[in-house]
């Protein structure tokens, strides 16, 4: 048996006053995802642990299997998704162009990532590149729009500090080594700053920038540090989980993950069908069928584990608008009428749903993501049907897969797609959870 996961990036939320006390997806008309629980295994998931308030990307890494290992880092697997020149040890970090300003002293942000036309970036770029490091081996290379990530040797450190201060009313601070590092952190954080100096002189006085202020828009002057990790390589996940993979998605983030992980890309934006959308908010729903269409195509020559993303509820939610989330929900649900149909004639497919992490679409703006468990179902011929008759984070807790935490997730795709290996055996020398004579 073969297996679709579908994320629903930051799907999951709070009751929220304005919908009636209701969370968007309890909220939403939902009738396609909600007659796939009707006949699946619900329950919901803390994707790390209780009260954990991920990034997308650490949440992946969780529910993907990979939990015992200690995650690289965001900049580490974004350099591997470049295809930038990278060796084991390297160390990389997230370097973005931003609009701030100064008051009484302190430097404020004011837009992060900054607004940017691509050809701007580009020429940005062209003076970024020229940097001449003074204590380590240090490349900064453009990835696109307003980031840039930093190439550092395996002798840089990743026990520093990031410079971008995530909350606008929160100064920006220098680079510093983390408590107990060692004098590597101190080189790092050194060139890491001296960079940053440096760039801001460029940008002052960029050509990019006069012209900007010619034009009465706002400068694009300051670079912003964050996410000092290091490039490491780990089992792929065909030999941790024995499937053949693909993740269907968008962005350099999955592009990376998926080089990383032994995983095929399927990129959303080189979809023939979908080179009007070039966005997974722009028509969720319509973004969202062509990954699932891609996925099953893959399932059908042959692969075994198709992983499709949409990053539209999060984003909805980073806006504040549990409204307009509820419809980004009704979107998305059109999407779940062709796995219903689907689910229904054939019996070699399970389908498994469900988020990330919590994202707040109101509320208090300190709050990023939060740290409720996500709903979760599973679907398909091995799947107990249950009494859930709708899905979201209030129904599925009531559900017969009760309460699980990411690193359960994909021994249960194991078990539902009947490829787990009886514990006891001793059928070859590694020791794995799935049967490898499949
Ligand atoms: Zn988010």
């Keep these: 048996m073969k297996a679709i996961l579908v994320i629903l990036d930051g799907i999951a939320d709070r009751s929220q006053g304005i919908l009636g006390m209701r969370t968007p997806l309890q909220a939403a008309q939902t009738p396609n995802i909600d007659r796939i629980a009707q006949t699946a295994s619900c329950g919901i998931m803390y994707p790390l642990f209780p009260g954990a308030c991920a990034g997308s990307d650490l949440a992946h890494w969780h529910i993907l299997g990979y939990g015992e290992f200690p995650y690289p880092g965001r900049s580490a697997i974004e350099a591997l998704g470049a295809e930038l020149r990278v060796h084991e040890g390297d160390v990389v970090i997230r370097l973005n162009l931003a609009t701030t300003m100064i008051d009484r002293n302190e430097r404020y942000v004011q837009i992060s990532p900054a607004y940017l036309a691509e050809e701007e970036a580009l020429r940005i770029a062209e003076s970024l590149e020229e940097y001449k490091p003074e204590k380590l081996r240090a490349e900064i290379k453009h990835i696109g729009g307003p980031f840039f990530l930093m190439l550092l040797p395996k002798e840089a450190s990743t026990y520093v500090t990031d410079s971008d201060p995530l909350y606008f009313r929160f100064p920006v601070k220098e680079v510093t080594p983390l408590e107990k590092s060692g004098k590597e952190a101190g080189v790092t954080a050194f060139e890491v700053n001296r960079f940053i100096r ?223 290996r009886l514990l006891n055996s001793r059928t070859s020398p590694q020791v794995r959870p799935y049967r490898e004579n499949i």
Excluded at 253 to 266: K, Q
């Design 198 to 420: 440096w760039s801001a002189a460029i940008l002052e006085d960029h050509p990019v920038n006069r012209t900007r202020l010619e034009k009465g828009m706002t400068p694009v002057n300051y670079v912003l540090a964050k996410w000092a990790s290091r490039i490491t390589f780990f089992p792929s996940f065909k030999e941790m989980w024995g499937f053949d993979a693909l993740i269907a998605a968008r962005g350099i983030f999955y592009a990376g993950l998926t080089r990383c992980l032994g995983m095929l890309f399927e990129n959303a934006d080189n979809f023939p069908e979908a080179a009007h959308l070039k966005s997974d908010s722009a028509s969720p729903g319509e973004d969202l069928s062509l990954k699932i269409e891609h996925a099953l195509r893959f399932l059908d020559a042959g692969g075994d584990f198709a992983v499709v993303h949409t990053k539209a509820p999060d984003e909805a939610s980073h806006g504040g608008r549990p409204k307009m989330k509820v419809r980004i929900c009704e979107e998305i649900d059109k999407a779940f009428l062709l796995l219903s149909e689907q689910l229904s004639k054939r019996e070699d497919i399970l389908l498994a749903v469900t988020s990330n992490h919590t994202t707040p679409s109101g509320g208090s703006e300190w709050t990023v993501h939060s740290g409720e468990p996500v709903p979760l179902m599973i679907a398909g011929s091995t799947a107990r049907t249950d009494d859930v008759l709708s899905f979201n984070e209030i129904s599925c807790a009531r559900g017969c897969l009760g309460q699980i935490y990411g690193k359960d997730f994909m021994p249960l795709i194991l078990n539902f797609t009947d490829r787990a």
